[in-house]
T-cell receptor, first 110, second 111 residues
């Protein structure tokens, strides 16, 4: 069966520090992968999606970036965090007709 | 106007009640419809998935889709305190395309 992992589970970072969040999927090959952000009490905002290695599409221009160095690995990065980057970051993958989410990373920027 | 509108919460019901959660959408190209349940501080969990108009039942949960009215619903029978969570509707046009989500409805089932 397929499993999606995210780490770290929680992170507290100072403003201006770098960020790296990792997502990996097991049990499948060539998945479509997605990064979402969910602010407290709000819906899901799509940040990036990838249909293959090195193929990244950005939905929201901001100080975040994404990379896909391997087929089942998706990384979300920032060179300098802002207060507004705080939130719950979710990775998801898509088999044919639906989408499954990872456990999420809760990021607090102070 | 948002493509997907979800009934705002929060919703509070007594244990055993029938719960109705609803979403409307404006994009007639949406073909696939899903409901997710999200517990606090957890990732969304897929509850129900349906493609066609009509009803789909899974235990205490029934998903209903009315494409002519652009309206979907999730019914929870005999609601339990463990059903307390935020429920998100989601939909997309074609296989592999991006999902559009509702804002979510927070449900509390009181024992």
């Amino acid at each position: 069966s397929q499993t999606i992992h995210q780490w770290p589970a929680t992170l507290v970072q100072p403003v201006g520090s770098p960020l790296s969040l990792e997502c990996t999927v097991e049990g499948t090959s060539n998945p479509n992968l997605y990064w979402y952000r969910q602010a407290a009490g709000r819906g899901l905002q799509l940040l990036f999606y990838s249909v293959g290695i090195g193929q990244i599409s950005s939905e929201v221009p901001q100080n975040l970036s994404a990379s896909r160095p391997q087929d089942r690995q998706f990384i979300l990065s920032s060179k300098k965090l802002l207060l507004s980057d705080s939130g719950f970051y979710l990775c998801a993958w898509t088999p044919k007709d639906t989408q499954y989410f990872g456990p999420g990373t809760r990021l607090t920027v102070l | 106007q948002k493509e997907v509108e979800q009934d705002p919460g929060p919703l509070s019901v007594p244990e055993g009640a029938i719960v109705s959660l609803n979403c409307t959408y404006s994009n007639s190209a949406f073909q696939y419809f899903m409901w997710y349940r999200q517990y606090s501080r957890k990732g969304p969990e897929l509850l129900m998935y349906t493609y066609s108009s009509g009803n789909k039942e899974d235990g205490r949960f029934t998903a209903q889709v009315d494409k002519s009215s652009k309206y979907i619903s999730l019914f929870i029978r005999d609601s339990q305190p463990s059903d307390s969570a935020t429920y998100l509707c989601a939909m997309f046009e074609t296989s592999g395309s991006r999902l559009t989500f509702g804002e979510g409805t927070q449900l509390t089932v009181n024992p």
